[in-house]
């Protein structure tokens, strides 16, 4: 196999560990700036991608739904308080044309709640378009196909 | 005190459940006997999920599971998914296609045929005139458990009883109009999601029956100040209660938000503008203006057509206090490309994920943890009577259907739950 240009390389893992931080830090506003403008995001079962329907969890395809998100998250849903922790494993790059690279890895979210027990909440793999310009790495879209079909009570924080 | 006399005095009724009902393991074996083994219908999936002959679906009803196939003459049968040799699980996939129609268990090779008759069985003469099984052994004796079979529009319902009506009486006419209403065009599906919630069965069947919460629990449209509570709003129910509908009709002008506000007891006024409204965008798409329509049949499902998602909700119950709630998502079969990113926008609101629904979840769970220990207390469903009504208008102010609700499962529950009383020591 090639191996990936170092830099490029080093600018994706860089992009998914501050993306899970930022996540797991509560730093919710900032998520939607890992995106470009005109972006995708979907939380989507396998079990769906496998048999080629298209319904996801979450389904943003644009920065402002990103936000609305958020401010829902912040002030109109319930649900049960918790941590997430993300364990985002390097990434793969499949391809690369002009500023635009597409790129894999695998994720593991690990859930806290207020009985203090740590579970397993959502495996998955990203599948990543990316927008690398002036030395940084932009989600043009982000496909999270999570194995973990079965969804611990609801899922509320972005994966 | 007299033991009888106090456990008469405290028996169920519609308006006041005792809590042991959430946490009981033999008032769950019971439900499984009485309700879903007993005298009712209860969802499978959808024929659109098993288009072709061979298509399968494993699926439940209660905790007992069940497959769901389409056979070469495309009658689609329903069986228990337990072998009648060892009670080995015998299709072992979530959905696929048995092109030769043969469901073989994988133990000891059992086979049986679309329709669940056993039809090969390894060395059944043994070898070599050694062992086998005795002459008198007859197949015929040895199949899948099979369900009776019935749909309507599409939507699939199976039963273990011999004496229930057929499936159309079951609905009834208004629950037949709604049905109707949704699939009055053909279908396809677009997805699956499925929900764990560590709850009881019945918690979520009274949370979508019951319109009280709605803009209380999910504070969605307040928090972007879009008020919907002044639209014209309906509950239908049957009249023993089981069934019922909500429909919400689109609002047809300017909405007062302020009264709604001040009863609140949360933040409600939302000074916030959604950023992309197309994630609220609705093209009415049946000949009517209703937006909103959450049909729960009794005891299993939820059909639901909100804005442009439409999907099933179906209700695996797999202990005291565990419930899947499986959602089926589907379009129309003619749906172009961009209706269905339509819809999938539109399915941010519901689900799992649901910004409008979400809340479902955690009530289910606050309501299990919260009644843990508290058998002998009461809940109390009195909001808007105390009676069962087969229309409310408008809704959001009452628990008539959660009453109704209560009404068809004392019915169908009564003995077990009088002999599960009976018990409470003096």
Same mark, same amino acid.
């Given at each position: 196999?090639?191996?990936?240009?170092?830099?490029?390389?080093?600018?994706?893992?860089?992009?998914?560990?501050?993306?899970?931080? +930022?996540?797991?830090?509560?730093?919710?506003?900032?998520?939607? &700036? %890992? %995106?470009? &403008?005109? +972006?995708?995001?979907?939380?989507?079962?396998?079990?769906?991608?496998?048999?080629?329907?298209?319904?996801?969890?979450? =389904?943003?395809?644009?920065?402002?739904?990103?936000?609305?998100?958020?401010?829902?998250?912040?002030?109109?849903?319930? %649900?049960?308080?918790? %941590?997430?922790?993300?364990?985002?494993?390097?990434?793969?790059?499949?391809?690369?044309?002009?500023?635009?690279?597409?790129? &894999?890895?695998? =994720?593991?979210?690990?859930?806290?709640?207020?009985?203090? &027990?740590?579970?397993?909440?959502?495996?998955?793999?990203?599948?990543?378009?990316?927008?690398?310009?002036?030395?940084?790495?932009?989600?043009?879209?982000?496909? +999270?196909? =999570?194995?973990?079909?079965?969804?611990?009570?609801?899922?509320?924080?972005?994966? | 005190?007299?033991?009888?006399?106090?456990?008469?005095?405290?028996?169920?009724?519609?308006?006041?459940?005792?809590?042991?009902?959430?946490?009981?393991?033999?008032?769950?074996?019971?439900?499984?006997?009485?309700?879903?083994?007993?005298?009712?219908?209860?969802?499978?999936?959808?024929?659109?999920?098993? #288009?072709?002959?061979?298509?399968?679906?494993?699926?439940?009803?209660?905790?007992?599971?069940?497959?769901?196939?389409?056979?070469?003459?495309?009658?689609?049968?329903?069986?228990?998914?337990?072998?009648?040799?060892?009670?080995?699980?015998?299709?072992?996939?979530? *959905?696929?296609?048995?092109?030769?129609?043969?469901?073989?268990?994988?133990?000891?090779?059992?086979?049986?045929?679309?329709?669940?008759?056993?039809?090969?069985?390894?060395?059944?003469?043994?070898?070599?005139?050694?062992?086998?099984?005795?002459?008198?052994?007859?197949?015929?004796?040895?199949? @899948?458990?099979?369900? /009776?079979?019935?749909?309507?529009?599409?939507?699939?319902?199976?039963?273990?009883?011999?004496?229930?009506?057929?499936?159309?009486?079951?609905?009834?006419?208004?629950? *037949?109009?709604?049905?109707?209403?949704?699939?009055?065009?053909?279908?396809?599906?677009?997805?699956?999601?499925?929900? !764990?919630?560590?709850?009881?069965?019945?918690? !979520?069947?009274?949370?979508?029956?019951?319109?009280?919460?709605?803009?209380?629990?999910?504070?969605?449209?307040?928090?972007?100040?879009?008020?919907?509570?002044?639209?014209?709003?309906?509950?239908?129910?049957?009249?023993?209660?089981?069934?019922?509908?909500? $429909?919400?009709?689109?609002?047809?002008?300017?909405?007062?938000?302020?009264?709604?506000?001040?009863?609140?007891? *949360?933040?409600?006024?939302?000074?916030?503008?959604?950023?992309?409204? /197309?994630?609220?965008?609705?093209?009415?798409?049946?000949?009517?203006?209703?937006?909103?329509?959450?049909?729960?049949?009794?005891?299993?499902?939820?059909?639901?057509?909100?804005?442009?998602?439409?999907?099933?909700?179906?209700?695996?119950? @797999?202990?005291?206090?565990?419930?899947?709630?499986?959602?089926? !998502?589907?379009?129309?079969?003619?749906?172009?490309?961009?209706? $269905?990113?339509?819809? @999938?926008?539109?399915?941010?609101?519901?689900?799992?994920?649901?910004?409008?629904?979400?809340?479902?979840?955690?009530?289910?769970?606050?309501?299990?943890?919260?009644?843990?220990?508290?058998?002998?207390?009461?809940?109390?469903?009195?909001?808007?009577?105390?009676?069962?009504?087969?229309?409310?208008?408008?809704?959001?102010?009452?628990?008539?259907?959660?009453?109704?609700?209560?009404?068809?499962? @004392?019915?169908?529950?009564?003995?077990?739950?009088?002999?599960?009383?009976?018990?409470? #020591?003096?």
């Amino acid at each position: 196999m090639t191996i990936a240009d170092p830099v490029l390389q080093g600018l994706i893992d860089s992009l998914n560990a501050a993306y899970g931080l +930022c996540l797991d830090d509560g730093r919710l506003e900032d998520w939607p &700036e %890992f %995106f470009v &403008e005109d +972006c995708l995001y979907q939380v989507i079962a396998r079990e769906n991608v496998d048999n080629g329907l298209p319904a996801a969890v979450m =389904y943003c395809d644009s920065k402002g739904m990103l936000v609305d998100r958020v401010v829902a998250l912040r002030h109109a849903n319930v %649900f049960p308080e918790h %941590f997430s922790r993300h364990l985002i494993s390097r990434a793969v790059v499949t391809g690369s044309e002009g500023n635009t690279v597409t790129a &894999e890895a695998s =994720y593991a979210v690990l859930q806290t709640r207020n009985d203090g &027990e740590t579970r397993i909440y959502n495996a998955g793999k990203y599948i990543d378009r990316l927008l690398v310009k002036d030395g940084a790495a932009r989600l043009v879209s982000r496909t +999270c196909v =999570y194995d973990t079909h079965r969804i611990a009570t609801l899922l509320a924080t972005p994966i | 005190m007299n033991t009888q006399v106090r456990v008469e005095a405290q028996r169920s009724i519609p308006t006041a459940i005792d809590y042991k009902v959430y946490h009981d393991p033999e008032i769950f074996a019971a439900e499984q006997s009485n309700v879903f083994k007993g005298r009712t219908w209860c969802y499978l999936g959808l024929e659109a999920e098993i #288009p072709n002959a061979g298509d399968f679906r494993t699926s439940h009803v209660g905790e007992t599971p069940v497959v769901l196939v389409r056979g070469q003459d495309s009658k689609i049968f329903a069986w228990v998914n337990r072998c009648a040799h060892k009670g080995a699980t015998v299709c072992r996939s979530l *959905r696929g296609n048995q092109a030769d129609g043969a469901f073989v268990c994988v133990y000891h090779q059992w086979a049986y045929d679309s329709e669940g008759t056993l039809v090969g069985v390894p060395f059944r003469r043994g070898m070599k005139g050694v062992g086998g099984y005795d002459k008198d052994f007859d197949p015929a004796n040895h199949s @899948l458990e099979k369900l /009776r079979v019935e749909s309507y529009k599409g939507m699939v319902f199976g039963t273990f009883s011999s004496e229930i009506e057929p499936l159309e009486d079951f609905l009834g006419p208004v629950m *037949r109009k709604y049905i109707d209403r949704v699939f009055h065009r053909p279908i396809k599906v677009l997805g699956y999601s499925r929900q !764990y919630m560590a709850g009881n069965w019945k918690l !979520y069947s009274e949370n979508s029956r019951d319109s009280y919460h709605g803009a209380l629990l999910h504070l969605f449209y307040p928090t972007f100040g879009i008020y919907r509570q002044s639209q014209d709003s309906a509950g239908e129910l049957t009249e023993q209660g089981f069934h019922n509908v909500f $429909t919400v009709s689109k609002p047809k002008g300017d909405i007062d938000y302020t009264s709604f506000g001040d009863e609140a007891n *949360r933040e409600m006024q939302g000074a916030t503008k959604l950023q992309d409204e /197309r994630l609220l965008q609705f093209r009415p798409e049946i000949d009517d203006d209703v937006g909103l329509h959450i049909q729960s049949l009794f005891p299993n499902v939820v059909l639901q057509q909100i804005q442009n998602t439409l999907a099933t909700r179906q209700i695996v119950t @797999l202990g005291p206090d565990k419930t899947e709630l499986v959602w089926t !998502y589907f379009g129309y079969a003619d749906d172009d490309e961009e209706t $269905t990113r339509h819809r @999938l926008r539109n399915l941010n609101l519901v689900g799992p994920s649901g910004l409008i629904s979400m809340e479902d979840g955690e009530a289910v769970e606050l309501c299990q943890q919260g009644t843990i220990g508290a058998e002998g207390k009461f809940n109390f469903i009195e909001m808007g009577g105390d009676d069962v009504r087969e229309y409310y208008a408008p809704m959001g102010m009452d628990e008539n259907a959660v009453r109704g609700f209560w009404k068809g499962y @004392l019915e169908l529950m009564s003995d077990a739950l009088s002999a599960s009383t009976a018990e409470v #020591p003096a």
